[in-house]
């Protein structure tokens, strides 16, 4: 079974794009590599994934603001999101699953603020 384990920056300021990493161990295998998040007092809302064919899938709710990729020489895949404001702020976790929908194995999550 794999590990995650999220990295990135725990603050943004509005209107810069968040970057984060998932780095998988031992290694990266046929799943669905998610990035899920979830605001305070709010619902886990699923942001998008890629396959290990490189397609990807997003969230319509974020108007285009995401874009998620793979790295194979690191074992990893990231998330940006663009134009972040104070709703987008939230924990992300990346979340690898063995299916559309399944969420099988998470990592602890990264908490990120948006503020000036």
């Known amino acids: 079974q794999v590990q995650l384990q999220e990295s990135g920056p725990g603050l943004v300021k509005p209107s810069q794009t968040l970057s984060l990493a998932c780095t998988v161990s031992?290694?990266?295998?046929?799943?669905?590599w998610n990035w899920i998040r979830q605001s305070p007092g709010k619902e886990l809302e699923w942001v998008g994934l890629?396959?290990?064919?490189?397609?990807?899938y997003y969230n319509p709710s974020l108007k285009g603001r995401t874009s998620i990729s793979t790295v194979g020489s690191k074992n990893q895949f990231t998330l940006q999101l663009t134009s972040m404001t104070p709703e987008d702020a939230a924990v992300y976790y990346c979340?690898?699953?063995?299916?559309?929908?399944?969420?099988?194995?998470w990592g602890q999550g990264t908490p990120v603020a948006v503020s000036s």
């Open positions: 979340v690898a699953g063995s299916g559309w929908g399944r969420f099988d194995v």
């Open positions: 890629t396959l290990s064919s490189g397609h990807t």
């Open positions: 031992p290694a990266m295998g046929n799943y669905y």
